[in-house]
Nanobody, 117 residues
Framework: EVQLVESGGGLVQPGGSLRLSCAAS????????MSWVRQAPGKGLEWVAN????????SYADSVKGRFTISRDNANNMVYLQMNSLKPEDTAVYLC??????????WGQGTQVTVSS
């Protein structure tokens, strides 16, 4: 059974930091690029960050560039999103996506991040 389980979300003050984790199972994790995507209340999905299968190449949305860092640990089937200098507009449900040939193949249920005073 394919599973992507996000964790690490919660309530944080503006300017704070949070690290999200995504645990993958049921597929060859190291063969897939991974992305973090988020959905704010009442809005559609917004792509946040991407990392290639080997972890040597990353990319970010302009809105998070310089603040967020995506990483992965293929030995443990994990992908992470380190979020620093958080802003209220970062409030959203964050989901991890497993991608193959630029298509989303698997996705998780998401973890809630709330940035508020």
């Amino acid at each position: 059974e394919v599973q992507l389980v996000e964790s690490g979300g919660g309530l944080v003050q503006p300017g704070g930091s949070l690290r999200l984790s995504c645990a993958a199972s049921g597929f060859t994790f190291s063969s897939y690029a991974m992305s973090w995507v988020r959905q704010a209340p009442g809005k559609g999905l917004e792509w946040v960050a991407n990392i290639n299968s080997g972890g040597g190449s990353t990319s970010y949305a302009d809105s998070v560039k310089g603040r967020f860092t995506i990483s992965r640990d293929n030995a443990n089937n994990m992908v992470y999103l380190q979020m620093n200098s958080l802003k209220p507009e970062d409030t959203a449900v964050y989901l991890c996506h497993a991608n193959w040939n630029f298509k989303v193949r698997y996705w998780g249920q998401g973890t809630q991040v709330t940035v508020s005073s």
